[in-house]
């Protein structure tokens, strides 16, 4: 692995070969993505430029929308950044989102597949284009990832700072074309939905110049997370380099499933069902029939990540597939909501697996919930109950009377599957 100071070497020959700026914007993670070491990489290039560049900071939060706490959790992930630096982004602010162009339905039915079809304005954060900017700086973790295929590149720019509508198609076109058949593959439909809005921006001539800097993470044996590389440039080489060393080094295949899977989610990352979900969606390859996957969330203590997708989680549930798109037949809101159609799709079991949720407010959660069908589609039970039964296990595959366990400490570095599963 690369030391800390070798990824900044990097960086500062990336630095070196650029012409001088004026003004600069990182485009970087919120704190759920903290082990992507972009919060380093992010804070090292202001200090390195601000004494002769004003420079700029946006966290790409989608469709997140942070409350106080969250808020707390970036600025330590970027603590040597001053909020002053600060410009946030709203994807459902029509006044700060800046057109690109329209996606138009018949290339929209070619990349689902046939699946679907309506045009797809591509928006983005209107400061990204408007705020004359010489360089932009867009940092992240290459990964795999359950809507795009592999996490970062152009995602960072047309989701993390993207508008609503685009966000929910990228998200309901990977659901169409079933989670199993994106997560971990490089050229999935949604990058190529990423690909068309890259192109139509590029025609655009006051989209900015944008440097892609991207590491690929991993945790050793010891438990430590380090960087297996880091990769800059302005090109989709960059990402392809990247992603085919995540998928050597992050993706774990094991010869037989797991009869039990038990994921600790960090309390300050993952608080709401929308995230902690990666516990789901990076597992579920890797589960037996008929296993469960054990869910330790201390932090959970809300549905979604906004006040719709928790309307609607609490609605619904967890359904199923054909569930979901039966929702989708009769209910308006959801049809101006498909990212969360999309999610219900992505977290739901379809009844191959369980899924056992440990929180310290599972009834608090449950009294948030008005189930169309009667349930959630998982079992919530107090933090107590899981460590009584799992705080002395560690991380690793172990049996368990003759059942195969495997324990992971955080999803978001990688993905479990079996060397059978798709």
């Known amino acids: ?203 655009d001539p006051r989209f900015p110049s944008v440097h892609y800097l991207l590491t690929v993470r991993g945790q050793s044996s010891a438990g430590d997370i380090g960087t297996h590389d880091f990769f800059c440039g302005t090109s989709k080489e960059t990402f392809y380099r990247a992603a085919k060393l995540s998928l050597r080094e992050n993706c774990h295949a094991s010869n037989q499933p797991y009869q039990q899977v038990i994921v600790r989610l960090n309390e300050k990352k993952y608080r709401s069902f929308w995230l902690s979900n990666k516990a789901i969606y990076r597992t579920r390859r890797a589960i037996a029939t008929g296993g469960t996957i054990h869910v330790i969330a201390p932090g959970l203590d809300r549905l979604g990540e906004n006040e719709i997708q928790s309307k609607l989680i609490g609605k619904y549930g967890y359904c199923g597939t054909q569930g979901v798109k039966q929702i989708l037949q009769i209910d308006p809101e959801m049809q101006a909501n498909v990212g969360v159609a999309a999610h219900l799709i992505h977290g739901s079991t379809e009844n191959r697996f369980h899924v056992r949720y440990y929180t310290h407010h599972s009834s608090e959660l449950l009294s948030a919930c008005r189930f169309a069908d009667g349930q959630l589609g998982y079992s919530l039970e107090d933090i107590e109950t899981a460590h009584e039964r799992f705080s002395e296990l560690t991380v690793g595959e172990s049996f368990n009377a003759d059942q195969r366990r495997l324990v992971i400490d955080d999803p978001g570095l990688g993905l479990w599957i079996t060397k059978a599963s798709p």
């Open 1 to 203: 692995m690369l030391s800390d100071s070798e990824v900044f070497k990097k960086v500062d020959t990336l630095l070196s070969d650029l012409s001088p700026m004026r003004r600069v914007l990182l485009l970087a993670p919120d704190a759920t993505r903290s082990s992507s070491f972009a919060g380093e990489i992010a804070s090292y290039i202001y200090h390195k430029l601000i004494d002769r560049t004003d420079v700029h900071l946006t966290p790409t939060v989608g469709t997140h929308e942070p409350d106080e706490k969250d808020w707390r959790s970036i600025r330590e992930m970027y603590r040597d950044i001053p909020e002053s630096a600060y410009k946030l982004h709203e994807h459902d602010e029509v006044a700060g989102l800046y057109d690109l162009g329209v996606l138009p339905d018949d290339e929209i039915l070619r990349i689902s597949g046939g699946e679907f079809a309506a045009p797809v304005p591509v928006q983005v954060n209107r400061n990204l284009v408007e705020g004359n900017y010489d360089q932009v700086f867009s940092i992240g973790q290459v990964v795999p990832h359950e809507v795009m295929g592999f996490a970062n590149y152009d995602k960072n720019v047309f989701i993390g700072a993207g508008g609503k509508n685009f966000i929910d198609t990228s998200h309901w076109i990977s659901a169409l074309c079933g989670i199993d058949n994106v997560l971990g593959k490089i050229d999935s439909a949604p990058r190529q939905l990423l690909d068309a809005a890259s192109a139509l921006a590029k025609r």
